[in-house]
């Protein structure tokens, strides 16, 4: 069974940066696409980036497109998401997933493993 723990969300400024990191254990994390979603009050999970087990497949929500990277370590079976300009509709708590398999998917009924989640704050 994988385990996903994401850690640090935080508050921050307008404008300012984050990096989020999603620590997994209990499965063969090199041949996992791992991804992030995120979800606000009152609204839906959606998704924003993912990344396949090689790297060599990446795909981002187009509302972070030149604001977020998502990258992996697989020695440290660690995901990332780098956050820069951020802004305060980026306000949601932050989720890391994984599925087994290379096809990098938006869609969260897709992803067999969930984290619980790391909030993010940006004020208005």
């Known amino acids: 069974q994988v385990q996903l723990v994401e850690s640090g969300g935080g508050l921050v400024q307008a404008g300012g940066s984050l990096r989020l990191s999603c620590a997994a254990s209990?499965?063969?994390?090199?041949?996992?696409?791992m991804a992030w979603f995120r979800q606000a009050p009152g609204k839906e999970r959606e998704f924003v980036a993912a990344?396949?087990?090689?790297?060599?497949?990446?795909k981002y929500a187009d509302f972070v497109k030149g604001r977020f990277t998502i990258s992996r370590d697989n020695a440290k079976n660690t995901v990332y998401l780098q956050m820069d300009s951020l802004k305060p509709e980026d306000t949601a708590v932050h989720y890391c997933?994984?599925?087994?398999?290379?096809?990098?998917?938006?869609?969260?009924?897709?992803?067999?493993?969930w984290g619980q989640g790391t909030q993010v704050t940006v004020p208005s």
């Open positions: 997933a994984a599925r087994g398999g290379s096809i990098t998917y938006s869609a969260a009924r897709k992803y067999d493993y």
């Open positions: 209990g499965g063969t994390f090199s041949s996992y696409v």
């Open positions: 990344m396949s087990w090689s790297a060599g497949s990446t």
